[in-house]
């Protein structure tokens, strides 16, 4: 069997980063994520020890950007939406961290225009939330949901089949964003 290496899971560890940096996830995510590759070799390379081992996020975000040495971001932000859609379908995470997430992505340019279009300034629905508007952001979020819904093959525990996943996202991804838009609310 072949031995881990960090430098195998460029796209994985920059969606870590992401997800850290908007509060998705938690550092212990992380830190179970490096476990498992400990728990998984007799030898491992330290970075991984260093991660498992890691007290605070802003350190595991240093070492995760410092071993970040390739990664595909039309993949990364792909990746970072379908495992916000199961967050948000699980309802494990905060809906401002979501859509603070998603209006970052919408600012990368190596996703298609609709994609940048529907998913940009999601964060100012958080305001409908905080003046009490309980009824549109339920609607709002249901949609946007709908939206994420396209990406929902991605999670933090299949990154190996992303590649294949974003392949075979991109072969109807048109259509579907056409179809979603057509019905856009906002």
Known sequence: ??????????????VFVILLDYGVIKKEKVISWADSILASENESEYVFIELSTCAYTHDIIQILNKNILDSD????????????????????????????????????????TEEQFLLYRFDEYTELFENGIFEKLNLFKANFEELLGIYKDFKLDNSHQWVTINEKIKQDLQIKLETFKAGYLY
Do not use: P, W
């Open 1 to 14: 069997m072949k031995r881990a290496s960090i430098k195998d899971y460029g796209n994985l560890l920059k």
């Open 73 to 112: 971001s039309e993949i990364t932000s792909r990746a970072i939406l379908g495992i916000l859609y199961g967050l948000l379908h699980e309802h494990k995470v905060v809906l401002k961290n979501i859509f603070e997430t998603a209006t970052h992505i919408s600012y990368e340019e190596q996703l298609t």
